[in-house]
């Protein structure tokens, strides 16, 4: 896993961090990689892409989102804090459950749940759920019509062990492909190798 600043050492937080991120477990559906962060943001960061692919066609997603720990030493106003998380979650839906009212409360009930269960204590969160109907037309009549909610959520972890809120998202991703939670006692499978 590298940062942002490869000619600037890792402080030791961020590294501490880094290191928790590497012993986070998933559900064996969950498929991880490295990916790019906004440089603008903060001076240190690592970004995680997951996705869901649907068994009966490998090629398309059920759910896929990104994960993105930051970490600027100068502890910003607005994060209360020296790391900040910044996740973004989307999956398609069926018609009528997208027609439902309450999907953006549930949405965000369900990543509070889910960081709560895991104990990834937190302060600052916030986001937003949106629920999105598309209709293709033109060259893109064939994509027909489509239904998705999105969650981007951030917040403000609590301390450098980071494993505990990577878990919690990527259990999300897997609540918005369909796929049940994994009980305590069954073996998930170890980290992405990041």
Known sequence: MTTRQDDVQTPAPFQEALDSLRRARFQPELTLSTIDTPKHLAPFGVGLGAGVADPDSPDQELALGRFILLYDPRSPEAWDGCFRV?????????P????????SSVAWDWLVESLDSKGALRKNAGGTATRAFSQGFGVLAENGERNE??????????????RRHLEAWSDMVCTYAGLPPLPDDVARFPGSGI
């Open 86 to 94: 910044v996740s973004y979650i989307r999956a398609a839906i069926e």
């Open 96 to 103: 009528d459950v997208a027609a439902e009212e309450l999907l």
């Open 149 to 162: 909610i999105e969650l981007r959520a951030s917040w403000t972890p609590t301390g450098p062990d980071m």
